[in-house]
């Protein structure tokens, strides 16, 4: 499974971002989709996770109801919608794949096996 992450940019405290993440080469109908996001000097914190079957989705905890992890099956594709955006959401945001991954383990990343390059989002004060 190929991962291309995209969506992230410039924008304001308060605004609001979508990412995607388009899979090819397999379906993810069976995978957990997550998005992870490391920031400069930190490490990679888990953001949200969806389980593509059944459409369960799951939360950090830093997340506090901003966002919001989608998807849409017929274009094998995972969003993340950001909104209320703050300058601490600054980071180079990731999304990953797995289809051997158990829910205990969805907020650890040295679980996914497919990785989509990095997007960057950055939120100006």
């Known amino acids: 499974v190929q991962l291309q992450a995209s969506g992230g940019g410039l924008v304001q405290a308060g605004g609001s971002l979508r990412l995607s993440c388009a899979a090819s080469?397999?379906?993810?109908?069976?995978?957990?989709m997550g998005w992870f996001r490391q920031a400069p000097g930190k490490e990679r914190e888990f953001v949200a996770a969806?389980?593509?079957?059944?459409?369960?989705?799951y939360y950090g905890d830093f997340v506090e109801g901003r966002f919001t992890i989608a998807k849409d099956n017929a274009k094998n594709t995972v969003y993340l919608q950001m909104s209320s955006l703050r300058p601490e959401d600054t980071a180079v945001y990731s999304c990953?794949?797995?289809?051997?991954?158990?829910?205990?383990?969805?907020?650890?990343?040295?679980?996914?096996?497919?990785w989509g390059q990095g997007t960057q989002v950055t939120v100006s004060s």
């Open positions: 990953a794949g797995s289809n051997t991954l158990i829910l205990s383990s969805i907020r650890n990343p040295r679980y996914y096996t497919y």
């Open positions: 969806i389980r593509y079957s059944s459409g369960s989705t």
């Open positions: 080469g397999a379906t993810i109908r069976s995978y957990y």
